[in-house]
């Protein structure tokens, strides 16, 4: 269990940075920035469950 979040997560850390990387050229950074924000928030939300 724990590896397939471990790979979901990486997985969706890479699509993010490709997305903003790709759409978004000069703001990825702060495109990554936010996804980051709400990756941490959607952990707290899960260890709170």
Not at 12 to 21: I, Q, V
């Given at each position: ?26 703001d990825?950074e ?20």
């Amino acid at each position: 269990m724990e590896y397939r979040d471990r790979l979901l997560k990486a997985v969706a850390h890479a699509l993010g940075r490709y997305m903003a990387e790709r759409f978004m050229g000069r703001d990825a950074e702060v495109q990554l920035r936010r996804y980051k924000r709400l990756g941490k928030a959607l952990e707290e939300y899960d260890n709170k469950q």
